[in-house]
C-alpha cells in the first residue's frame, strides 16, 4: 500500500495563518501567566497589612519574600524535565491548580514562619507553571511570529503583578491581607477548569511521542481548518535517550546554553533589584512613600511596552543583537536614575526606560530560549534557564539592601546596579558570533 510522505508538522504551522484555536491557545497561556505574576507579587502588596496585624519588623518579613523566589527555582528545576516527559498540557495544568491551592492555603497562615513555608510551596507550583506556558505557546506558534506571540503571552505577568496592585488597594482595606490570598487563589482553581475542558497539548509533542497519526493529523486540522490525507504520517524530532537536562550540554548547545543561563541571571538579578528597592531608593532622594509607588510602577509599564516592540525587532532581525541592544539601552537607563532623581519627570522616563530594555528584554530571552532547544528538550531550557534566573533574583531582592548599607550615593548605586546589564549583552553578542545552531535530532516519523 501507498504510503504518503511524512509532513513535518511545523512546515504545516508555519504555512497557515494563525487560527482562532492557535489564538485561544495563546489566551488560555496568557492568564495563568497573569494569574503567576498575581500571585507572586500579592505578597508584596499584603507586607503591610502583615506588618500591622503580627508587630513583626521588616527584618522578619524579608524571608516571605525570599522563600517564594526560591521556591519559583526549586519549581522550575523540577517541572521543566516533567514537562518534556509527560506533557506540557498535563503539567501546565497540575502546576497551575497546585499554587491555586497553595495560595489558599496561605490565607489561613497564624504566623511569619507558617506563611514562609506556604510562599515557598507556591513558589514550586508558580516556578513550573510560567516555563510550561512558554514552551506551548512557542509550540502552537509559526516560527516567523514565534518570537512576538511569545512575548506577548509573557506580558500577562506584568499586568497580573500590576492587578495585584489594584486589587490589594480594595481588597485588602475590605477583607484584610487574607482576602487578597483567596483571591489568588481561587483564579487559579478556577482556570484550572478551563484548562482541562479546554487546552490541547502540543502537536509537536505529540509527534515527539509518537503518537497515532490520526490523533496529530487531527489536532493539525483544528490548527489549519484544512483537511488532511487519511493515510497522513508526520515528523518531529526524535525522542532523546538520556536525560534532557544533560542534553542542554549535548550536540552543540553546551554554549549557547551557557550564555543563555547568563543572561537569565544578570536580567532578573537586576529586575528584582530594581523592583524590589526601587520605591526605598526613591524615597531616599525625598520622595514621599505614595509619589515612589507610582513611579515604581513605571517599571512594569516600561516592560510590557518594551516586551511588544523587542519581540516584533526579535522576528525582523537577529534576535541575539535585539536583546543586546535593548540590555544596553536599560544599563543607560538604570544609570541615568541616578542622575534624574532631583527631576521627577525625568526620572519617570528613566524608570520606564529601565523597565523597557530590562523586563522587555527579559521577555524577549525566554523566547530566544524556547526557539533555541529542539521539542524533545525544550521544556526543560526553558525551564532550567529560569531556574537559573531565579538565583539571580534571590540575590537582587537582597543586594539592594548592602548596597545601601555602604552609603554610596544614588548616582554610585544606579552605576553598580548597571553593570550586570551590560554582561548580558556582552552574553547576547557572543551567543550571536556563534552561529546557527547545529540540528542536535534528526526527523522521525510518528508510527
Known amino acids: 500500500m501507498h504510503q504518503s510522505t511524512p509532513t513535518d508538522v511545523q512546515d504545516v504551522i508555519n504555512a497557515h495563518p494563525l487560527s482562532s484555536m492557535q489564538r485561544w491557545v495563546i489566551a488560555l497561556c496568557f492568564l495563568v501567566v497573569a494569574i ?12 503591610p497589612a502583615l506588618r500591622a496585624q503580627w508587630g513583626v519588623t521588616p527584618a522578619q518579613l524579608a524571608p516571605l519574600f525570599g522563600a517564594g523566589l526560591f521556591g519559583l527555582m526549586v519549581g522550575a528545576f523540577i517541572f521543566g524535565p516533567l514537562a518534556d516527559k509527560f ?56 516560527e516567523q511570529r514565534r518570537s512576538s506571540l511569545v512575548t506577548i503571552m509573557f506580558c500577562g505577568f506584568t499586568i497580573g503583578s500590576a ?9 485588602v482595606s475590605a477583607y484584610g491581607w487574607q482576602g487578597l490570598l483567596v483571591l489568588g487563589g481561587l483564579l487559579p482553581v478556577a482556570l484550572t477548569i478551563v484548562l482541562l475542558a479546554m487546552l490541547p497539548e502540543s502537536v509537536r509533542y505529540l509527534v515527539l511521542k509518537q503518537s497515532k497519526p490520526e490523533k496529530v493529523r487531527a489536532l493539525l486540522q483544528q490548527i489549519t481548518g484544512k483537511e488532511l490525507p487519511e493515510d497522513a504520517t508526520f515528523t518531529g524530532t526524535v525522542k532523546p535517550s538520556g536525560s534532557p537536562a544533560l542534553d542542554l550540554f549535548r550536540n552543540g548547545l553546551a554554549g549557547g546554553t551557557l550564555l543563555i543561563w547568563t543572561t537569565f541571571f544578570m536580567s532578573l538579578l537586576v529586575f528584582y533589584l530594581l523592583s524590589s528597592w526601587l520605591p526605598l531608593l526613591i524615597t531616599t532622594a525625598g520622595f514621599s512613600m505614595a509619589n515612589a509607588s507610582l513611579m515604581a510602577a513605571t517599571l512594569a509599564a516600561g516592560g510590557t511596552v518594551g516586551a511588544v516592540v523587542i519581540g516584533r525587532f526579535m522576528d525582523r532581525h537577529d ?22 532623581v532631583s527631576a521627577p519627570w525625568l526620572l519617570v522616563a528613566s524608570i520606564f526606560g529601565a523597565g523597557f530594555g530590562v523586563a522587555g528584554a527579559q521577555v524577549g530571552v525566554n523566547a530566544l530560549a524556547a526557539a533555541y532547544y529542539l521539542t524533545a528538550i525544550r521544556a526543560t531550557g526553558v525551564s532550567w534557564a529560569n531556574a537559573v534566573g ?58
Not at 36 to 47: K, S
Not at 163 to 171: E, K, R, T
Request: glycine content about 12%; aromatic content about 8%; some cysteine.
Open 163 to 171: 492587578s495585584a496592585g489594584l486589587a490589594a488597594s480594595h481588597v
Open 319 to 340: 534576535p541575539h543583537r535585539v536583546l543586546a541592544l535593548a540590555y544596553l539601552l536599560a544599563g543607560g537607563f538604570v544609570i541615568a536614575l541616578g542622575a534624574t
Open 36 to 47: 503567576d505574576g498575581f500571585d507572586t507579587a500579592a505578597i508584596g502588596f499584603i507586607a
Open 390 to 447: 531565579r538565583t539571580g533574583s534571590v540575590l537582587g531582592s537582597m543586594v539592594g539592601g548592602f548596597l545601601l548599607s555602604l552609603g554610596w550615593d544614588l548616582t554610585t548605586v544606579f552605576s553598580v546596579a548597571a553593570g550586570p546589564l551590560f554582561i548580558a549583552a556582552v552574553a547576547m553578542l557572543v551567543k550571536a558570533s556563534l552561529g546557527a545552531r547545529k540540528q542536535a535530532l534528526q526527523p522521525v516519523a510518528a508510527e
Open 87 to 142: 506533557g506540557r498540557r498535563p503539567v501546565l495544568v497540575a502546576t497551575t491548580l497546585f499554587f491555586g491551592l497553595a495560595t489558599l492555603a496561605s490565607a489561613l497562615a497564624t504566623s511569619v514562619e507558617s506563611l514562609v513555608l506556604l510562599r515557598f510551596v507556591t513558589g514550586l507550583g508558580l516556578g513550573g507553571a510560567m516555563p510550561a506556558a512558554i514552551t506551548l505557546t512557542s509550540e502552537f506558534c509559526p
